[in-house]
Nanobody, 121 residues
Framework: SQVAESGGGLVQSGGSLRLSCAVS????????VGWFRQAPGKEREGISC???????NYADSVKGRFTISKDNAKNTVYLQMNSLKPEDTAAYYC????????????????WGQGTQVTVSS
C-alpha cells in the first residue's frame, strides 16, 4: 500500500487548508484511513480517522475545526482544516490505519513523505 499527501503550505492563523491523501494498493471501500501529524520535537499523533463505512473520529485538539472526508472513486482522503492555529504547525501524514493520539508503540513504518503545514501568528 502507498499513500501520497499533498496540499500543505504556509497560512496565517485563522486560515484554511485542504490536505489530500491519494492512496494506491488498497481500496477505501475496505480500509480505514487516518490523518496524523508530527510537530518539531514531538511524537507523531493521530488526529482524525475515517472508516471504510464513513464513520469519522477526531482528536479533541482538532474537533470542530477539521473535517475528514473521502472519495472512494478517486481513491483519495481529504482533511479540511479551518480556523488554523500556530499549534497546528506540523508535518501531516495519512496512513491505512487509525489511532487517536499517541502512535508510540506502533510498529507501522510505511509512512509517506507527508506534507508540511505552517501556520503563522
Amino acid at each position: 500500500s502507498q499513500v501520497a499527501e499533498s496540499g500543505g503550505g504556509l497560512v496565517q492563523s485563522g486560515g484554511s487548508l485542504r490536505l489530500s491523501c491519494a492512496v494506491s494498493g488498497f481500496t477505501l471501500d475496505y480500509y480505514n484511513v487516518g490523518w496524523f501529524r508530527q510537530a518539531p520535537g514531538k511524537e507523531r499523533e493521530g488526529i482524525s480517522c475515517i472508516t471504510a463505512s464513513d464513520s469519522t473520529n477526531y482528536a479533541d485538539s482538532v474537533k470542530g475545526r477539521f473535517t475528514i472526508s473521502k472519495d472512494n472513486a478517486k481513491n483519495t482522503v481529504y482533511l479540511q482544516m479551518n480556523s488554523l492555529k500556530p499549534e497546528d504547525t506540523a508535518a501531516y501524514y495519512c496512513a491505512p490505519w487509525c489511532v487517536m493520539g499517541s502512535t508510540k508503540g506502533s510498529n507501522f513504518d510505511s509512512w509517506g513523505q507527508g506534507t508540511q503545514v505552517t501556520v503563522s501568528s
